[in-house]
């Protein structure tokens, strides 16, 4: 099954509202990132956690390794924000300090 | 900053040729580098994970003999993909980092398509 559950795997916004993604790990996690893809397939990174909360502009995330699981909130959605969302997390069964990706958000900001 | 440049972006090759994709990193050591693709369903697949030092750790599914990968200092590494068919399609990324319990930063990937 999957080891990094990420949900919604689609979300539609209007400009100005927040909302919030979130991943499960059916594993223990020790490291989170969280990237925004672009339409072209760069990977951008927004966040890099070990357990806690970090912000960026209108961007929060947290990471909670005890329940095992990962938040990202946008705040004030923009236009510029629609693209697709992923977690990757380094999973503490991991031999070799990979990521392993959650599925994906597809997000759409309407105006 | 960090920055990993990965190149070609893009490429078509004919079915049973073979393509080789290169990451160079910048501004730190690539001690580790994980080469992945992306499949048009946009899930991640992890190949493989090179650690310099270390030998190359394929996962299940990829071979040495299909996508051999090279990493012969701390700043640059390269993936073939032998005798490529539709099914090598997709978008393949190099992760690098400077150490375990560090920060991946990814090249823009290479996207391949196969005719």
């Known amino acids: 099954g999957d080891k990094v559950k990420q949900s919604p795997s689609a979300l539609s916004l209007q400009e100005g509202t927040n909302s919030a993604l979130r991943c499960n790990f059916s594993i223990a996690a020790t490291t989170v990132q969280w990237f925004l893809q672009n339409p072209r397939g760069s990977l951008i990174n927004l966040f890099y956690?070990?357990?806690g909360t970090k912000e960026n502009g209108r961007l929060k995330s947290a990471f909670d390794s005890k329940e095992s699981y990962s938040t990202l909130h946008i705040r004030d959605a923009q236009l510029e924000d629609s693209g697709t969302y992923f977690c990757a997390a380094e999973l503490s069964n991991n031999a070799g300090a990979k990521l392993t990706f959650g599925g994906g958000t597809r997000l759409t900001v309407r105006p | 900053g960090a920055l990993v440049y990965q190149y070609p972006r893009r490429t078509i090759c004919k079915s049973g040729t073979s393509m080789r994709m290169e990451c160079q990193a910048v501004g730190f050591q690539a001690t580790s580098v994980a080469w992945y693709r992306q499949s048009p369903q946009k899930t991640f697949e992890l190949i493989a994970l090179s650690t310099v030092n270390s030998a190359i750790k394929y996962e299940q599914n990829f071979t040495q003999e299909k996508f051999p990968i090279s990493h012969p200092n701390l700043s640059f590494s390269s993936m073939t993909v032998l005798n490529a068919y539709l099914e090598d399609r997709g978008l393949y990324l190099c992760g690098a980092r400077q150490g375990a319990n560090t920060e991946v930063f990814f090249g823009k990937g290479t996207r391949l398509t196969v005719v």
């Open positions: 956690l070990v357990p």
